[in-house]
C-alpha cells in the first residue's frame, strides 16, 4: 500500500508534536484484559461476548429439548428427575437472552452425562468460549427442527453433538 | 497474515534521536504476549486506568466504555483480521491500532459517505509521559498511525476521511494540532467524536 | 471473475461509484465488506436495525 507520509514528515511533525502521544477509543487496559486469556490460545479461544452468547443459547435450549425428548421426558418429568425447577428450565430451553444457574447446568450435566465443560460455555457462563464449540453448537442448532418428537436422523444428529461435546472436553 | 507494511520513525525521549520502527498491518502472538507480558504490568501498577474501570467493572454494568472494551477485545482476539495494525520498534510494540472500514459520516458536509474509523488507537504506557514522567521512550507513536489511517483511506477510496472518538486527554491534540472536527460529546460512547474531512486530512499530511 | 450485471444493475453501480466518489471497483469492495459485517452479526444471532433518530422509530433492516 502506497503512502501519502514520508518519514521526512514525521521527522519535523515529531519534533514540535506536544509532548503526549494522542490516543482513540477506550482505555486499553480493559481491552488489553478482556483479549489476554483468549490470546494464549489463538486458534481455538474467542473471548466470550455479544456474539457468542445468544447463538450458544440457543444451541443449549435446543440440546436440552432434544435430550428430553429422546428420554421420553416432559418438562415436568425431567424437572423432578433431575431435581431442578420447571421453571428455570423452561427458560433454558426457550429463551436464548437467560442465564441459568450454575447448578442448573450442573444437574443437567449429570442426568444426561454431558460435559459440564461444555454446557458451562454454551450457558454463557465462561470468560472464554471454545472456537469449534462454538461452530459446531451453531451447526447443531440450525440443523435440529423445532418438533417434539426425534426422527432416527435427529437421534443421530443428537447423539454425535453429545459425544463430540464430551470429546472436545477432553482436548 | 501479519504483513509489513512499511518503515517509519519514532523519536527515541532519552537519546533524542530517530529510530527505525517498523508498522504492520494484523497481529500475531507476539503482540499479544507484549500487551499481556509488558503492558499490562506497567498499566496496572500505575493504576491510571486501572482505577477507572475497576470502578466500572464493579459499578455500572452498562458502562459505555467496558462493553466497548469487551468488543474491541473480541475483534482484537480474533485472530487474521486486517483491520489491526501493530506498530514496532527495538523488538517491542510500542503502539496498536484497530479500525472499521463500514463506517459512515455524519459531519454535513460529507454525511452518509464512507470513512475509516478508528476504533482503537493506543501507545505502550512506556512511551507516556502521563504515565511514566520523565522515563517516557517513544514519541510519534499517535502520529504514525493516525497517518497509516489516513493511507488506509485513500486506499479504499475514501480520500482520506476519518473519524474517531477520543479520550479526554487526547481532544486537544485532535483539536487543536491535527485540526480535525469536534463534533461534541458522543453520550453513546461516552466521548468526543471527531471527523476528519478529505481536506483535512490532506492539510494535516501537508507541511 | 467477470460480473454480469443488467443495465439497470449497472447504471445503479455507475450512479453509486459517481455519488460516494468511487470507482467501482472500490464501490463493489465496501459492498462485499458491507456484507459480510452484516452476516456476521445475523450468524452470532444479533439483529440489525434502522433508526429514524427524529422519532427513535427502530425497522428490523433484515431477517435471516
Given at each position: 500500500?502506497e503512502?501519502?507520509?514520508?518519514?521526512?514528515?514525521?521527522?519535523?511533525?515529531?519534533?514540535?508534536?506536544?509532548?503526549?502521544?494522542?490516543?482513540?477509543?477506550?482505555?486499553?487496559?480493559?481491552v488489553?484484559?478482556?483479549?489476554g486469556?483468549?490470546?494464549?490460545?489463538?486458534?481455538s479461544?474467542?473471548?466470550?461476548?455479544?456474539?457468542?452468547?445468544?447463538?450458544?443459547?440457543?444451541?443449549?435450549?435446543?440440546?436440552?429439548r432434544?435430550?428430553?425428548s429422546?428420554?421420553?421426558?416432559?418438562?415436568?418429568?425431567?424437572?423432578?428427575?433431575?431435581?431442578?425447577s420447571e421453571?428455570?428450565?423452561?427458560?433454558v430451553?426457550?429463551?436464548?437472552?437467560y442465564?441459568?444457574?450454575?447448578?442448573?447446568?450442573?444437574?443437567?450435566?449429570?442426568?444426561?452425562?454431558?460435559s459440564?465443560?461444555m454446557?458451562?460455555?454454551m450457558?454463557?457462563?465462561?470468560?472464554?468460549?471454545?472456537?469449534?464449540?462454538f461452530?459446531?453448537?451453531?451447526?447443531?442448532?440450525?440443523?435440529?427442527?423445532?418438533?417434539?418428537?426425534?426422527?432416527?436422523?435427529?437421534?443421530?444428529?443428537?447423539?454425535?453433538?453429545v459425544?463430540?461435546?464430551?470429546?472436545r472436553?477432553?482436548? | 497474515?501479519?504483513?509489513l507494511?512499511?518503515?517509519?520513525?519514532?523519536l527515541?525521549?532519552?537519546?533524542?534521536?530517530f529510530?527505525?520502527?517498523?508498522?504492520?498491518?494484523?497481529?500475531?502472538?507476539?503482540?499479544?504476549?507484549?500487551?499481556?507480558?509488558?503492558?499490562?504490568p506497567?498499566?496496572k501498577?500505575?493504576r491510571?486506568?486501572?482505577?477507572?474501570?475497576?470502578?466500572?467493572?464493579?459499578?455500572d454494568a452498562?458502562?459505555?466504555?467496558?462493553?466497548?472494551?469487551k468488543k474491541?477485545?473480541?475483534?482484537?482476539?480474533?485472530?487474521?483480521?486486517?483491520?489491526?495494525?501493530?506498530?514496532?520498534?527495538?523488538?517491542?510494540t510500542?503502539?496498536?491500532?484497530?479500525?472499521?472500514?463500514?463506517?459512515?459520516?455524519r459531519?454535513?458536509?460529507?454525511?452518509?459517505?464512507?470513512?475509516?474509523?478508528?476504533?482503537?488507537?493506543?501507545?505502550?504506557?512506556?512511551?507516556?509521559?502521563?504515565?511514566?514522567?520523565?522515563?517516557?521512550?517513544?514519541?510519534g507513536?499517535?502520529?504514525?498511525?493516525?497517518a497509516?489511517?489516513?493511507?488506509?483511506?485513500?486506499?479504499?477510496?475514501?480520500?482520506?476521511?476519518?473519524?474517531?472518538?477520543?479520550?479526554?486527554?487526547?481532544?486537544?491534540w485532535?483539536?487543536d494540532?491535527?485540526?480535525f472536527?469536534?463534533?461534541?460529546?458522543?453520550?453513546e460512547k461516552?466521548?468526543?467524536y471527531?471527523?476528519?474531512?478529505?481536506?483535512?486530512?490532506?492539510?494535516?499530511?501537508?507541511? | 471473475?467477470?460480473?454480469?450485471?443488467?443495465?439497470?444493475e449497472?447504471?445503479?453501480?455507475?450512479?453509486?461509484?459517481e455519488?460516494?466518489?468511487?470507482?467501482?471497483?472500490a464501490?463493489?469492495?465496501?459492498?462485499?465488506?458491507?456484507?459480510?459485517s452484516?452476516?456476521?452479526?445475523?450468524e452470532?444471532?444479533?439483529?440489525v436495525?434502522?433508526?429514524?433518530p427524529?422519532?427513535?422509530?427502530k425497522?428490523?433492516?433484515m431477517?435471516?
Open positions: 500500500m503512502s501519502k507520509y514520508s518519514n521526512d514528515w514525521l521527522r519535523r511533525k515529531i519534533a514540535t508534536d506536544p509532548d503526549e502521544d494522542p490516543e482513540a477509543g477506550p482505555s486499553v487496559l480493559p488489553i484484559l478482556a483479549a486469556r483468549a490470546s494464549a490460545h489463538p486458534e479461544f474467542a473471548v466470550a461476548g455479544e456474539r457468542t452468547g445468544v447463538p450458544m443459547r440457543i444451541a443449549l435450549g435446543v440440546l436440552v432434544q435430550l428430553r429422546d428420554a421420553g421426558l416432559t418438562i415436568a418429568e425431567l424437572a423432578v428427575r433431575a431435581d431442578i421453571e428455570e428450565l423452561r427458560c430451553e426457550h429463551d436464548p437472552h442465564t441459568a444457574r450454575a447448578r442448573l447446568i450442573h444437574q443437567l450435566s449429570a442426568y444426561f452425562s454431558v459440564l465443560t454446557l458451562s460455555q450457558a454463557g457462563a465462561t470468560h472464554e468460549v471454545d472456537r469449534v464449540l461452530n459446531e453448537s451453531v451447526r447443531f442448532a440450525a440443523r435440529s427442527d423445532d418438533v417434539s418428537t426425534l426422527t432416527a436422523e435427529d437421534r443421530a444428529t443428537l447423539h454425535a453433538f459425544a463430540l461435546l464430551n470429546e472436553a477432553k482436548g | 497474515m501479519k504483513e507494511l512499511r518503515s517509519v520513525v519514532l527515541n525521549r532519552r537519546s533524542k534521536e529510530e527505525d520502527a517498523q508498522v504492520f498491518r494484523e497481529l500475531d502472538q507476539k503482540n499479544f504476549d507484549d500487551f499481556e507480558k509488558l503492558w499490562k506497567l498499566l501498577a500505575r491510571d486506568e486501572f482505577d477507572t474501570w475497576e470502578a466500572a467493572a464493579e459499578g452498562q458502562d459505555s466504555h467496558w462493553k466497548w472494551a474491541a477485545a473480541e475483534a482484537l482476539a480474533s485472530l487474521g483480521r486486517d483491520e489491526t495494525y501493530a506498530l514496532e520498534c527495538a523488538g517491542e510500542q503502539g496498536l491500532m484497530l479500525v472499521k472500514t463500514s463506517a459512515f459520516a459531519l454535513d458536509v460529507q454525511r452518509g459517505r464512507d470513512l475509516v474509523y478508528i476504533e482503537l488507537l493506543a501507545t505502550a504506557p512506556w512511551n507516556r509521559p502521563r504515565l511514566v514522567k520523565a522515563e517516557a521512550r517513544y514519541k507513536v499517535g502520529r504514525v498511525l493516525v497509516e489511517a489516513i493511507n488506509l483511506s485513500h486506499h479504499l477510496e475514501f480520500n482520506g476521511r476519518l473519524a474517531l472518538h477520543s479520550l479526554p486527554q487526547s481532544e486537544s485532535y483539536r494540532i491535527a485540526k472536527t469536534d463534533l461534541g460529546y458522543d453520550e461516552e466521548m468526543v471527531f471527523e476528519v474531512t478529505e481536506a483535512q486530512a490532506a492539510a494535516f499530511l501537508a507541511g | 471473475m467477470t460480473l454480469m450485471l443488467s443495465d439497470k449497472m447504471s445503479l453501480l455507475d450512479r453509486l461509484s455519488s460516494r466518489g468511487m470507482s467501482k471497483t464501490l463493489v469492495r465496501q459492498a462485499l465488506r458491507l456484507y459480510q452484516v452476516t456476521e452479526r445475523l452470532a444471532g444479533e439483529k436495525f434502522v433508526e429514524k427524529s422519532t427513535k422509530e425497522t428490523e433492516l431477517v435471516l
